[in-house]
């Protein structure tokens, strides 16, 4: 429990001004003479007393806020900044730099809580084979061509998700946000038990379809629950939590130096993840868009256009992305001779950064708009990750850091479109396909990096020539992509219910 206290004299009207309940950061209601409690809000406990005194032409005011964060996870973040802004006597509603000037409401806290949780094993699941996979080839005797093949080969999965993640749209989000983790985590576990890396390739790819859909799956239920004016500050939680779930892999990681077969403890750890889904699943509200368009049978038209151009990104993305990040282990252990601890050092040092990076894109995203922090993010990244397979020496390290902390900051900008510019009822099967064009572009990426680094003894070339690609999608996120910071969903999808006018509420 946090305590904001404000003691301060003040004037009839200012006094006045700080009895009357809040509408800020949360909309308060008068619970008896003095105390106030959370009625609208992101507290999972709320409670400010206050009381005041008369002076010579004034007041003499005391009030005590006694508060508790419903954002597991980073909430220890938003700790100190809410007590601060708390204890100011200022309520205007305004937008502060670390905050929206939306009221954030519970239910919205306890969505983007559990979602929390379940991407910090979502990230975890979704970069385990790319970062391990090197020490697997190594025991079954597999060369770079037969990592990019097999690499290639698991993005078979996202038929699971085409098939499944549809269901979204006639169920809710809810039940499939748990059913795709738990199968998630049953088959990464059982990838432990691999004999092969056909095996192993074999059970990543359930897992990883499962993994894909989660990632659609998140990305619909943050983006049809938050408040419009904080839409990517929730993509971009989403993001930092998923980071943390893939650095966690680079905590275990080192374990793979000790014996030829330790890297399958690295499978078996995500069984600790159990308790953490369970509660988790306790506390998943379904959307309220998706309860409100789902009784008023709202119609799902698909715009073509719309989806020709974010599906052809996603696919040009991931020519590029897929094979410099999980290839990138593999450059760092055969050309820079790295051991799997420096590799998790370099790869914790320079992206663990990213998180704050993530955070403020996000905010930047929803202040400035979408397509600015987007386009420059993912310019650069692409430009500092080509550079990375280039670099030794120290540069590695500067080199490294810029590409990942800007590719991170395109994510949050990004990422929304997916979602935002389709109906409420269609997203999920949008979502479906373009996970399947962009594993496509991923598979048809690591393919030819492969091939290619293999015929010209030069993986930084093979990455290179793919770099093309993203750079095309760059030049139509600043050309032909809409803004939509801080525009509600109905704007852009004019047939879906409004969730504010709408007669059914949760």
């Known amino acids: 429990m946090k305590a904001a206290i404000l003691d301060l004299t003040v004037d009839h009207e200012t006094a006045e001004a700080l009895r009357t309940p809040r509408t800020d950061l949360l909309v308060e209601r008068l619970d008896s003479d003095g105390v106030y409690r959370q009625e609208t809000g992101p507290f999972r406990s709320y409670e400010r007393r206050i009381s005041s005194q008369a002076t010579n032409g004034g007041e003499r005011v005391e009030e005590r806020t006694d508060f508790v964060l419903d954002i597991p ?33 519970a239910v919205s806290a306890r969505l983007l809580g559990a979602l ?3 991407s910090i094993i979502t990230g975890y699941l979704g970069v385990l084979i790319g970062q391990t996979i090197t020490f697997a080839a190594e025991e079954f005797g597999a060369n770079d061509a037969a990592q990019g093949r097999t690499l290639a080969a698991i993005r078979i999965g996202v038929i699971i ?20 983790t738990s199968a998630a985590l049953v088959f990464t576990l059982l990838g432990a038990t691999s004999s092969s890396l056909l095996q192993l390739g074999f059970y990543q790819a359930i897992s990883r379809g499962f993994t894909t859909g989660l ?37 275990v990681l080192p374990v793979a130096d000790t014996s030829p077969g330790a890297w399958r403890w690295t499978y078996i750890a995500p069984v600790l993840f159990v308790p953490a889904l369970i509660w988790a699943a306790r506390r998943l509200p ?61 790869r914790l040092l320079t992206g663990t950064p990213a998180g704050l990076v993530v955070l403020g894109a996000g905010i930047a995203a929803d202040r ?50 997916q979602t935002e510019l389709f109906p409420t009822r269609s997203r999920a099967r949008v979502g479906g396909w373009v996970d399947l064009i962009a594993v ?13 680094s293999t015929r010209w003894d030069s993986l930084g070339q093979a990455v290179a020539v793919m770099a093309i690609a993203p750079l095309i999608v760059v030049l139509l996120v600043f050309f032909v992509y809409p803004e939509t910071a801080s525009r509600e969903l109905e704007e852009f999808n004019p047939d879906d219910p409004d969730p504010q006018s709408a007669a059914i509420q949760r």
């Open 161 to 180: 998700s085409v098939v499944a993640v549809r269901r979204a749209d006639r169920i809710g989000r809810r039940p499939l946000l748990i059913g795709f």
């Open 368 to 417: 400035i708009g979408r397509k600015p922090v987007g386009g420059l993010g993912l310019a650069l990244g692409v430009i500092f990750s080509v550079m990375v397979f280039f670099t030794s020496g120290a540069a590695l390290w500067l080199v490294g850091a810029i590409g990942f902390w800007s590719l991170a900051g395109m994510s949050p900008a990004l990422r929304g479109y």
């Open 73 to 105: 996870v980073w909430a220890p973040l938003f700790h100190p900044l809410m007590k601060r802004a708390l204890a100011d006597a200022d309520r205007t509603p305004r937008q502060r730099w670390w905050w929206p000037r939306e009221v954030l409401p």
């Open 286 to 346: 379904e959307t309220r868009r998706f309860d409100i368009a789902a009784v008023a049978q709202a119609p799902s038209p698909v715009d073509r256009g719309r989806f020709a151009l974010i599906a052809f990104s996603a696919f040009a993305s991931a020519l590029f992305l897929s094979p410099a990040s999980q290839l990138l282990n593999e450059y760092l252990r055969d050309e820079q001779g790295m051991s799997a601890g420096a590799i998790s050092a370099f």
């Open 116 to 118: 929390s949780v379940i």
């Open 215 to 251: 990632l659609t799956l998140l990305l619909l239920a943050v983006t049809e629950e938050v408040p419009a004016g904080v839409r990517a500050l929730g993509i971009s939680l989403m993001t930092m939590c998923a980071a943390l779930g893939g650095g966690m892999v680079l905590w």
């Open 440 to 452: 496509t572009g991923s598979a048809i990426g690591l393919l030819t990096v492969g091939e290619l």
